[in-house]
């Protein structure tokens, strides 16, 4: 019988390609408080500044590539048998360009913009302004495709049914800090049936929900992981 698995990533893989996260010391997040540039509320307040911020995140994605874990689990995903679910707190696109074909960006991307008025969506890759007009509606300007604090994630509802039938859960990156993100453990756990490792470089809130914790980098853990999953 194949078994379905549901992996999570965060900010932990993505640190390894050289992406700044909010938790850093140093980078982009430190410039700024996140109330100013990740709320509704600080973009009403000031779209100039939350504009400058994400055209800086945009363009820093130019410099960076996909790290051996992004590799990996795209590798995973070409060979696995059974149902594949691949969640991401992260909005840059790494998975995608190390070859993952169905990613679920629970965060939004940064590579995407959203019109104000209709909702949809585009692709976008240069920089935005509070005057960008929206193709969607002749009123309407652009904002980037981000989940801010206070705002609901995207697609939990086909995380969820995922979580519910998944045999494998991983967890590669996450701080265990962010809900509801933190709660998919829980959520498994509760099941009873379902396999749980987490990979990260220290200790995290969540991790005494897991049968298994791996201390390392993801660069080096993920391609690890591979060689187990093949034996399950």
């Known amino acids: 019988m194949h078994k379905n698995i549901v992996i999570l990533t965060g900010a932990g893989i993505s640190a390894e390609s ?12 430190d410039e700024y408080a996140i109330e100013e540039v990740a709320t509704p509320e600080g973009f009403q307040k000031n779209p100039e500044m939350v504009h400058q911020f994400y055209n800086q995140r945009r363009a820093q994605l130019d410099s960076v590539t996909p790290n051996k874990a992004h590799h990996a689990l795209a590798k995973l995903e070409k060979h696995w048998q059974g149902d594949f679910t691949l969640i991401t707190q992260n909005v840059d696109d790494l998975h995608e360009r190390a070859g993952s074909q169905n990613v679920i960006h629970m965060h939004g991307e940064l590579k ?4 104000l008025k209709t909702g949809k969506t585009l692709s976008w890759h240069e920089d935005l302004t509070p005057q960008t007009k929206s193709p969607f509606h002749p ?11 206070g705002e609901v994630p995207f697609q939990l509802d086909l995380i969820f ?19 509801p993100a933190a709660g998919f453990v829980t959520h498994v756990y509760q099941k009873g049936q379902c396999q749980r490792i987490e990979i990260n470089t220290e200790e995290s809130e969540i991790s ?19 060689n187990l999953l093949h034996k399950i």
């Open 208 to 226: 005494h929900f897991f049968d298994q914790q791996w201390t390392g980098k993801a660069t080096e853990k993920v391609p690890e992981l591979l």
């Open 161 to 179: 049914h995922k979580l519910d039938h998944a045999d494998i859960f991983v967890s590669i990156g996450t701080s265990g800090q962010v809900h």
């Open 18 to 29: 050289g992406l700044s996260t909010f938790r850093d010391n140093q980078g982009f997040w």
């Open 139 to 149: 009123e309407a300007h652009l904002r980037p495709h981000i989940v801010w604090f």
């Open 112 to 115: 995407k913009a959203r019109c």
